[in-house]
T-cell receptor, first 111, second 115 residues
Framework: KNEVEQSPQNLTAQEGEFITINCSYS?????LHWLQQHPGGGIVSLFM???GKKKHGRLIATINIQEKHSSLHITASHPRDSAVYIC?????????????FGKGTKLSVKP | NAGVMQNPRHLVRRRGQEARLRCSPM?????VYWYRQLPEEGLKFMVY????????ESGMPKERFSAEFPKEGPSILRIQQVVRGDSAAYFC?????????????FGPGTRLLVL
């Protein structure tokens, strides 16, 4: 079993729909990251959070430390949101720098 | 403030050749991380460096791969005697503080193709 699991693996939505992507992890973490990988391959960091909730524009990220679960929500989705969304965690102990990644959720938003 | 720079963006090598991938972190960042993304797979950590030091290389293959981050100049990921299985996208990221408690900024990646 992977240390970071994402669901769904693939997601197709109509423009305007509310989207939720889930991430569960099985290790102790110091922080959880949500990343966006564009169709061209570039990676952008969306959020880093260790508790509660963060919002940036139409994106909302939440984390429940007790349940080891995080969600990324996109409100009023748009075709330009089409990308792979990746959950990653940084862990206590060992190196402070490296991230453990989920396999990503491929989102396609249709006009 | 320029972002993380990687070059080349695309690199083609024949089996047995050497590949050198360069990463210039964001200005003021002294922590650099290298990740590899194999085709149809997720990202995997390779190595974490701070200026002139390797902090964690637990994700690096034991042979043929090496990394450095000199006092001056970019970080270099070096792959000797490349094989077809080395074909992947290699991403570099940087941060001002160690990445556990800070956002890492990613470069555009280098796509390595081994023929």
């Amino acid at each position: 079993k992977n240390e970071v699991e994402q669901s769904p693996q693939n997601l197709t939505a109509q423009e305007g729909e509310f989207i939720t992507i889930n991430c569960s992890y099985s290790v102790g973490i110091s922080a959880l990251h949500w990343l966006q990988q564009h169709p061209g391959g570039g990676i952008v960091s969306l959020f880093m959070l260790s508790s509660g909730k963060k919002k940036h524009g139409r994106l909302i990220a939440t984390i429940n430390i007790q349940e080891k679960h995080s969600s990324l929500h996109i409100t009023a989705s748009h075709p330009r949101d089409s990308a792979v969304y990746i959950c990653a965690v940084s862990t206590y102990g060992g190196s402070q720098g490296n991230l453990i990644f989920g396999k990503g959720t491929k989102l396609s938003v249709k006009p | 403030n320029a972002g993380v720079m990687q070059n080349p963006r695309h690199l083609v090598r024949r089996r047995g050749q050497e590949a050198r991938l360069r990463c210039s972190p964001m200005k003021g960042h002294s922590h650099v991380y290298w990740y590899r993304q194999l085709p149809e797979e997720g990202l995997k950590f390779m190595v974490y460096l701070q200026k002139e030091n390797i902090i964690d290389e637990s994700g690096m293959p034991k042979e043929r791969f090496s990394a450095e981050f000199p006092k001056e100049g970019p970080s270099i990921l070096r792959i000797q005697q490349v094989v077809r299985g080395d074909s992947a996208a290699y991403f570099c990221a940087s941060s001002f503080h160690p990445g556990s408690w800070e956002t890492q900024y990613f470069g555009p990646g280098t796509r390595l193709l081994v023929l």
